[in-house]
T-cell receptor, first 111, second 112 residues
């Protein structure tokens, strides 16, 4: 079956440093990937997405990289701030408008 | 524009009791979803509704039923709650043409 997983369950970075959150996916037919941010006690919030015909996409302070050869997705957050503390999920398309979510990585920011 | 709303925010049930979780969206989205999230895990799809009048099972449908009441509302029912259904439940919606899903704030359910 389809599965999406993350390399690391937790990531701790210094405020101001760049953060890199990784994700491995298994379905080579997936054509769309999304990163979500979930703050404590809240629902997931869309950050950025990328289609399979791209290998990089940039947003405000965030960049998503897609390597289809090794089925790897990463989220880079520049100049990490305290407000970036959250759990980050990657998701891939699961057919028929469905998404398959990974387990999540908890990002903590050290002052 | 409230986005996706869910009621209640918290609920405690005894084993065997029933309840319905309500979800509504005001974005005129065609597709709606119910997920559960257990500690340390990602979201698992329970049921979804690709459009008004249709519902389909997701990854973990056992013990649940859904109703797509109209385009705005999608409810999730637990007929006989079990401790294994203790979880946080999220409702989401999306446009038919896109995969981006918008999530509600969640319902934290405890079954004792």
């Amino acid at each position: 079956g389809e599965s999406v997983g993350l390399h690391l369950p937790t990531l701790s970075v210094q405020e101001g440093d760049n953060s890199i959150i990784n994700c491995a996916y298994s379905n080579s037919a997936s054509d769309y990937f999304i990163w979500y941010k979930q703050e404590s006690g809240k629902g997931p919030q869309f950050i950025i997405d990328i289609r399979s015909n791209m290998d990089k996409r940039q947003g405000q302070r965030v960049t998503v990289l897609l390597n289809k050869t090794v089925k790897h997705l990463s989220l880079q957050i520049a100049a990490t701030q305290p407000g970036d503390s959250a759990v980050y999920f990657c998701a891939e398309t699961g057919g028929a408008q469905k998404l398959v979510f990974g387990q999540g990585t908890r990002l903590t920011i050290n002052p | 524009n409230a986005g996706v709303t869910q009621t209640p925010k918290f609920q405690v049930l005894k084993t065997g009791q029933s309840m319905t979780l309500q979800c509504a969206q005001d974005m005129n989205h065609n597709s709606m979803y119910w997920y559960r999230q257990d500690p340390g895990m990602g979201l698992r799809l329970i049921y979804y509704s690709a459009s008004e009048g249709t519902t389909d099972k997701g990854e973990v449908p056992n013990g649940y039923n859904v109703s797509r009441l109209n385009k705005r509302e999608f409810s999730l029912r637990l007929e006989s709650a079990a401790p294994s259904q203790t979880s946080v439940y999220f409702c989401a919606s999306s446009e038919r043409e896109t995969y981006e899903q918008y999530f509600g704030p969640g319902t934290r359910l405890t079954v004792t």
